[in-house]
């Protein structure tokens, strides 16, 4: 089989290289593979079965077209000063202008066009001075909106217009490695679970999302595609009621806060707040369960869900973060019976685990109900830990109530894209013909930049 462009993952980076070449005229011949399946074949059966079944051969909610977005709370970040690393290789001005034209076919596809987090400065102002009180950073970003539900429906129409305009896409497909003639790819070998077959390709770009990190790690490594170890984040996501967060929710939409607290000043951060959202369990392929949260536009919650991040920065000899991450959250499964981990903030504190009778009496009765009841500091570096109590105590001034003795914790949260790869402005490895974008190559996090790095490489292919 034969193309002219092979893109290997239909995340948004996968998703907006296409649409862009399109939208350029381009009579290129575009094939894209995916593990997963179409919009309209992903569904999970923890609806109806009230816990996860760990569905196999892969996960639903993070696996398919769309990657992980249709099923994610579907927000946008509007500023380029969130969503990875991206503006350091291509620039602050092009990322910025790349975000609102990026935003502009969102919209086209039926994106909701009120922008949260606008319109209200003095009580940014009273908020941020907490912030710096509690030695926090606040970081206001517009977001724009889509909800769990909604996402599902843009992403849809947009895979419908794809395949409308001659985009060929093979779901069910794995990529099993790449095709390399030297220092040129050739294409890649792709495996429907029955057979096995080349793809060659001029331009093969891989862009497989979080969850494909540790996999290109593993190419990079085999096929020597210069790459660095880069930051792993480890956390855990933090659960309380409606009323706590109420402040921040109604200005903000999403408070992003960033802290280096006592004693390792490691930069700890929130990430994904979920206002009246869900506190929600994934499954990668090596059954690893992790912890993320969802918010939907119409059905709401009494609770408000958000992820706090430690960032890890190894040095030699270690160079296996991914790997690293991993065991963190394989040892917590353990403990949890191959489930996510919810432990009360005052128990933790207390020196105890939490007993599931416990959870009964509080204000904040847990999104997740099939989470595990038990102790997270079993599982959790003493590092990691740390950081995550100093912060919570520290973000308590900037939100009263945040560190309450009933605020839940759930574990654990890892975000894998600690894998960077090395490229030029133009996406281009050291590999002639080989591309690497998205949450995958390391220099993104989130729906926005991903896109925006789709569109780019679009314009490059044209």
Not at 146 to 154: N, S
Not at 235 to 254: D, F, P, S, T
């Amino acid at each position: 089989m034969k193309t002219d462009v092979l893109i290997i993952g239909a995340g948004p980076a996968g998703i907006f290289t296409a649409i862009e070449m399109l939208r350029r005229g381009s009579k290129k011949k575009i094939v894209l593979v995916e593990k997963g399946q179409p919009i309209e074949r992903r569904s999970c059966p923890k609806d109806k079965t009230g816990r996860c079944i760990s569905c196999r051969p892969v996960c639903h909610i993070t696996t398919g077209f769309s990657g992980a977005g249709a099923f994610s709370d579907g927000k946008l970040s509007l500023s380029p000063e969130v969503g990875g690393n991206l503006p350091t290789l291509i620039g602050d001005t092009l990322a910025r202008e790349t975000i609102a034209y990026t935003d502009k076919i969102y919209l086209e596809y039926g994106a909701d066009e009120h922008i949260e987090g606008l319109g209200q400065n003095e009580k940014v102002k009273a908020i941020r001075k907490r912030a710096i009180q509690a030695g926090l950073q606040l970081v206001d970003c517009p977001i724009r909106h889509l909800g769990t539900e909604r996402a599902q429906i843009l992403y849809g129409d947009i895979q419908k217009d794809l395949l409308r305009q001659g985009v060929e896409m093979l779901f069910g497909h794995e990529c099993l490695d790449l095709i390399l003639d030297g220092q040129v790819c050739r294409g890649a070998v792709i495996s429907d679970g029955k057979k096995t077959f080349e793809i060659e390709a001029a331009h093969t770009i891989v862009a497989t999302g979080r969850r494909g990190a540790d996999w290109l790690e593993k190419l990079c490594t085999d096929h020597d595609i210069a790459h660095e170890p880069g930051t792993v984040d480890i956390g855990v996501r933090v659960e309380c009621r409606n009323e706590v967060m109420e402040e921040v929710n109604e200005v903000l939409y999403e408070s992003k806060l960033i802290g280096y607290p006592q004693p390792f000043k490691n930069k700890v951060r929130t990430f994904c707040q979920n206002p009246g959202g869900y506190v929600s369990q994934e499954n990668y392929d090596n059954d690893l369960a992790v912890v993320n949260g969802h918010s939907f536009k119409g059905k709401k919650s009494d609770n408000t869900n958000l992820a706090i991040l430690v960032s890890h920065n190894f040095s030699v000899p270690f160079n296996q973060p991914i790997a690293y991450a991993q065991k963190v959250g394989e040892l917590t499964n353990m403990l949890a019976n191959g489930q996510i981990l919810v432990q009360r903030f005052g128990d933790i504190l207390d020196g105890k685990r939490t007993w599931t009778k416990e959870l009964a009496f509080s204000n904040v009765r847990p999104t997740l109900p099939d989470a595990v009841a038990g102790d997270i500091t079993a599982a959790m570096p003493y590092r990691a830990m740390t950081n995550i109590i100093n912060f919570i105590q520290a973000a308590d001034i900037v939100v009263p109530g945040f560190a309450a003795p009933e605020t839940l914790l759930y574990s654990p949260e890892l975000k894998f894209y600690s894998n960077r790869v090395k490229m030029d402005a133009d996406f281009n490895t050291n590999i002639i013909g080989l591309h690497c974008l998205g949450d995958s190559s390391g220099w993104t996090r989130g729906l926005m930049m991903a896109s925006v790095m789709g569109v780019l490489m679009g314009r490059k292919l044209v």
